[in-house]
């Protein structure tokens, strides 16, 4: 599959019959600051269509992406936010729980973003956890493998693997654009 076009679509907090329609539905979760914005632009090679954490104002929403007028990529707001203040925090658990667990919208497929360099940590695992009651079909990707030296590469990717163990582990770099073609394929398999 190639992505030939990706427009914004809106920014919802709540229920949305957007989410009720026919077109398949990809969500992307992860910690925040994990560079899942990056991660949709370097795969719908544009530089600002998902905005990075310098806007602030969007990321407590959940940001829905068109793809090639088929199939939506959904933005949800990152988890962990160690710099949010506690009542915010607890907003936007709020909503990633409610879309993920609560909400009964029917997803084709779970991207779970995480810290190659970091590898994954326990916000990572309860997140995997709660998605494997859920739903079936969930990749992980390893962004910023760039930040990961060669000399660590194989230990660093065998211990993620091993954390994930039945699920598609994709090493990625959305700064250098390792692993796009691979996750693009991934989409709508
Ligand atoms: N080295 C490196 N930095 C990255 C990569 N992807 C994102 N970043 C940086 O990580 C920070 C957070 O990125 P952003 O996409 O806003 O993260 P989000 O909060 O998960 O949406 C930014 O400073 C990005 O430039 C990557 O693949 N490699
Ligand atoms: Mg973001």
Same mark, same amino acid.
């Given at each position: 599959m190639n992505i030939r076009s990706?427009? #914004?679509?809106?920014?919802? $907090?709540?229920?949305?019959? $957007?989410f009720d329609?026919? *077109?398949?539905?990809? =969500? #992307? $979760?992860? *910690?925040?600051? =994990?560079? @899942?914005?990056?991660?949709?632009n370097s795969l719908v090679?544009? @530089?600002?269509?998902?905005?990075?954490?310098? #806007?602030?104002g969007r990321t407590q929403e959940i940001?829905?992406?068109?793809?090639?007028?088929?199939?939506?990529l959904i933005d949800l707001p990152g988890y962990g936010?160690?710099?949010?203040?506690?009542? =915010? *925090?607890?907003?936007?658990?709020?909503?990633?729980?409610? #879309?993920?667990f609560n909400s009964e919208y029917n997803f084709k @497929?779970?991207?779970?973003?995480?810290?190659a360099k970091i590898g994954p940590t326990e916000d990572d695992m309860e997140m995997l956890y709660g998605l494997e009651?859920?739903?079936?079909?969930?990749?992980?990707?390893?962004?910023?493998?760039?930040k990961v030296k060669v000399t660590e590469y194989d230990k660093q990717m065998e211990k993620i693997k091993n954390a994930f163990n039945i699920h598609k582990v994709i090493?990625?770099?959305a700064e250098k654009k390792i692993g796009v073609g691979e996750l693009t394929e991934e989409l709508l398999n």
């Open positions: 990706a427009t #914004f679509v809106k920014g919802v $907090i709540g229920t949305d019959d $957007i329609g026919v *077109r398949p539905q990809i =969500v #992307f $979760i992860g *910690r925040s600051n =994990v560079g @899942k914005s990056s991660v949709i090679n544009q @530089k600002n269509l998902a905005r990075t954490s310098s #806007f602030p940001n829905v992406f068109l793809i090639n007028k088929a199939f939506y936010f160690a710099k949010v203040p506690e009542k =915010v *925090r607890e907003k936007i658990q709020k909503m990633i729980n409610w #879309f993920l @497929k779970v991207i779970l973003i995480i810290d009651k859920e739903v079936k079909d969930i990749v992980i990707v390893a962004n910023k493998i760039d090493p990625y770099s």
